[in-house]
């Protein structure tokens, strides 16, 4: 469990775990004292303070990182979406439904992503759904070497 939540690098990010971890770029900001990465001018998701403190350490400021996000730290529950200040809207383009737990898979920023869900949702392919993303649970990689900055 060490390296499914403390991944060393992307690769290994990537590797362990299924469905595996969403990844995408996102542009890190430093808006008053809160750090921001900014996946595009519509989405942005406040980092966390120790997050935050390392992005900062790294030089990482202003510049383009890959965020990392497990499937099952997406959530479409409606309290999630209600009380989180990391959220976006989406498409669903499949439904799967797998007994306990069911997949939806989407687009962001054309990158595909994949959330595993309560399957009470009533979230079905075409439509439109808010997902919020537990902010404590984000990787966050330097773009270039694909090393981990922080977890």
């Known amino acids: 469990t060490n390296l499914y939540n403390y991944p060393c690098n992307l690769f290994v990010a990537g590797f362990i775990g299924s469905p595996q971890m969403n990844f995408i770029e996102a542009k890190c900001l430093k808006e008053g004292d809160n ?3 900014e996946i595009n001018k519509d989405i942005k998701i406040q980092v966390p303070p120790a997050k935050s ?8 400021l202003d510049q383009t990182v890959v965020m990392g996000i ?3 730290n997406l959530d479409d529950s409606e309290i999630a979406v209600t009380t989180s200040n990391a959220v976006f809207e989406s498409v669903i383009n499949v439904y799967e439904m797998l007994g306990a737990e069911a997949y939806l898979y989407f687009e962001l920023n054309s990158q595909p992503m994949t959330a595993k869900v309560n399957p009470r949702s ?4 075409g439509d439109k759904i808010k997902l919020a993303i537990d ?9 270039e070497s694909g090393v981990t900055i922080t977890n």
């Open 135 to 143: 902010t404590e649970k984000l990787h966050i990689f330097d773009k």
């Open 70 to 72: 497990r499937p099952e």
């Open 53 to 60: 403190k390392a992005l900062i350490d790294g030089g990482y």
């Open 35 to 37: 750090v921001f990465l």
């Open 122 to 125: 009533t979230a079905r392919v």
